[in-house]
């Protein structure tokens, strides 16, 4: 036998030892040995762009650094040590990719127990996890997510947008759930790791991105309604086109006037999983009569404007630009913190405060804003049967093109970031 086959033998019979209880949650310290040792197998079979794929991975040490706690309740994080990085292309068909699931390689795991200590973090291969019926996140909610996304430059490399700002936004979420949080430091380390273990999963230069999605759930089991002794620190990612299949392309909204996204005093200021949960309905109903999202109103006067399921809201009305001040009721966007930013850097004068029906059905221009929509143009907004449509190219208002296109070149590192938003990696 020769010495190659006899690699590929010994490879082979690594691999073979793997089941599919070894992608629970519970053994993944047990194999992280062999994680770093051997190219792990696939969650699910997908496509490859050839069979070197399969050879070698890279294997890099990152350093280890101190982190300090942000609140009593908060863990004391430590770094993942290693990580690996396959540099190829996955064969997708890029050109039709849409918004869903695509099953990668890796996720990267940390806990945090009753000690308020995170473990390290490690990468594991991507799938299942092993979860206690009585889990806090199962039974009282008590979790949190992200989104962000990575973009590949044209030289190949492979930049992020504004990472620091989605773990201080679960910092902020973690102390209204009674939750420890991984701080800045891991979060962002944390999230370039998972990155660089799945980089041949992102789209090649304007294909596409790579949504990353880091979650913090209460892991430990609970009877009684009370913080889960245990959480767990996830983050996984998903190649992705258009959230809207519309793509840069005028969506259709409707005013939900009977069911509300949030009330003072509640959550939906923060990033918390149930917020998400109660838009289903109101939005299942929407999308049956033809419509793209459901613009949702304030839950005392009912007449000023909250913001979409997912993405907030813009009105244009002559050379000002207004969005519904964040009073506790509507998510921080971090594409709504950068149009804003944006639009202010190019002269634009922008209004934070509350902002009306009678406003939006007679501004000049209207457009959303979310880490995965990026911008969107809306071309038409029915209320109480009435429908209100916005001029533009093609649908499109000039306001809306000017800042997709000034934000996407700067995500995609086709424009230069004087913000110092974007993190390069490798």
């Known amino acids: 036998m020769t010495a190659a086959a006899a690699a590929l033998a010994s490879l082979l019979g690594q691999l073979l030892k793997y089941s599919p209880t070894d992608m629970e949650l519970g053994l993944a310290s047990s194999r992280s040995a062999l994680l770093t040792a051997a190219a792990p197998p696939l969650a699910s079979p997908r496509p490859r762009s050839s069979p070197s794929l399969q050879i070698q991975n890279h294997i890099y040490s990152m350093p280890a650094l101190s ?40 996720m990267y795991m940390a806990k945090c127990g ?26 009282y909610g008590q979790g949190l997510f992200e989104g962000l996304k990575a973009y590949r430059k044209t030289d190949g490399s492979v930049l992020l947008f504004r990472p620091k700002e989605n773990a201080i936004r679960m910092i902020n979420g973690s102390d209204r759930m009674c939750m420890p949080a991984p701080t800045v430091e891991q979060f962002v380390d944390a999230v370039k790791l998972t990155v660089l273990a799945n980089k041949r999963w992102v ?17 430990g089991a609970i ?19 258009n959230y ?16 509300h996204r949030a009330a003072p005093g509640g959550t939906g200021g923060v990033k918390t999983i149930g917020n998400y949960a109660s838009v ?24 000023y404007l909250e913001e979409v399921s997912s993405c907030n809201i813009f009105v244009v009305k002559g050379n000002t630009i207004c969005t519904p001040a964040l009073e506790g009721t509507i998510l921080p966007g971090i594409t709504r913190k950068s149009i804003i930013e944006v ?60 800042l997709y296109t000034s934000l996407t070149s700067l995500q995609m590192g086709l424009a230069e970031d004087r913000m110092g938003w974007t993190v390069q990696l490798n």
């Open 244 to 259: 809207f299949k519309e793509g840069l392309a005028p969506i259709n909204l409707i005013i939900e006037d009977n069911f």
């Open 280 to 303: 289903l309905k109101a939005q299942r109903t929407a999308k049956e009569k033809g419509y793209s999202d459901v613009l949702y109103l304030d839950a005392v006067h009912n007449k």
């Open 203 to 219: 789209p090649p230069t304007g294909k596409g991105s790579l949504y990353i999605r880091p979650l913090l759930i209460g892991s």
């Open 343 to 402: 639009a202010e850097s190019k002269g634009c004068k922008v209004e934070e405060r509350p902002v009306s029906v009678d406003e939006l059905l007679t501004a000049d221009e209207v457009f959303c804003t979310g880490t995965a929509v990026v911008v969107s143009p809306v071309g038409s907004i029915t209320y109480l049967g009435k429908r209100v449509e916005y001029e533009g190219n093609q649908g499109v208002g000039a306001v809306s093109q000017q």
């Open 114 to 139: 009753p000690d308020g200590n995170f473990s390290k973090g490690e990468m594991v291969p991507f799938g299942p996890i092993a979860l206690s019926p009585s889990a806090g996140v199962l039974n």
């Open 67 to 106: 982190h300090k706690a942000h609140t009593p309740l908060a863990c004391q994080a430590s770094l993942a040590t290693k990580y690996m990085e396959t540099p190829e292309i996955v064969d997708l068909d890029w050109e039709n990719l849409g918004f869903g699931l695509v099953n990668t390689d890796f």
């Open 223 to 241: 009877l009684g309604l009370a913080p889960a002794p245990e959480y767990t620190f996830i983050i996984y990612v998903s190649p992705v086109g």
